[in-house]
T-cell receptor, first 111, second 114 residues
């Protein structure tokens, strides 16, 4: 089955800096890659997703890139703000298999 | 829309007790899921359902059971609770299969087994 690895497990940046979180996956059949943000004590919420027919997707300060050949994808947050502090999860799936999540990255944005 | 609603929010069980975690959604999603979240371990799929009357095991189904009698409800049953089941449980739904659409999560149930 699919195995998703996520790095780093913790990340601390200064407000205004960029943050990058990386994930690798094992199943070449995976074709859907969402990212979820989970604030302390709350539910995970989708912030951006990408499908395998696209190499990059942007939404304001957030972008995701996908390298299918290398089987890795990354989340990029620019101009970080304190409210970006949360745990971020990557995931990978395809219609024939359940979604597998990375272990999460705790992002802290220092004012 | 309320989205995905879970009850209770918190629960403490003694070893060997049983309980049912409730989950209901009002988005008319066919697909529903139960995940558990352990510290530093991400989310692991316990059971899922592709529609009323159909359920299937996920990655970590042992010690749990589910039923899906209606589109809206997907309760998770714990029989003979064990300390290893201490976790935060999330119910989720999606309008199509996991590989095709994002998950909508409930607020979670924090369960402690002592």
């Amino acid at each position: 089955g699919e195995n998703v690895e996520q790095h780093p497990s913790t990340l601390s940046v200064q407000e205004g800096d960029s943050a990058v979180i990386k994930c690798t996956y094992s199943d070449s059949a995976s074709n859907y890659f969402p990212w979820y943000k989970q604030e302390l004590g709350k539910r995970p919420q989708l912030i951006i997703d990408i499908r395998s027919n696209v190499g990059e997707k942007k939404d304001q300060r957030i972008a995701v890139t996908l390298n299918k050949t290398a089987k890795h994808f990354s989340l990029h947050i620019t101009e970080t703000q304190p409210e970006d502090s949360a745990v971020y999860f990557c995931a990978a799936s395809n219609p024939d298999n359940d979604m597998r999540f990375g272990a999460g990255t705790r992002l802290t944005v220092k004012p | 829309n309320a989205g995905v609603t879970q009850t209770p929010k918190f629960r403490i069980l003694k070893i060997g007790q049983s309980m049912t975690l409730q989950c209901t959604q009002d988005m008319n999603h066919n697909y529903m899921y139960w995940y558990r979240q352990d510290p530093g371990m991400g989310l692991k799929l316990i059971y899922y359902s592709v529609g009323a009357g159909i359920t299937d095991k996920g990655e970590v189904p042992n010690g749990y059971n589910v039923s899906r009698s209606t589109t809206e409800d997907f309760p998770l049953r714990l029989e003979l609770a064990a300390p290893s089941q201490t976790s935060v449980y999330f119910c989720a739904s999606s309008y199509s299969r996991q590989g095709e659409s994002p998950l909508h999560f409930g607020n979670g149930t924090r369960l402690t087994v002592t």
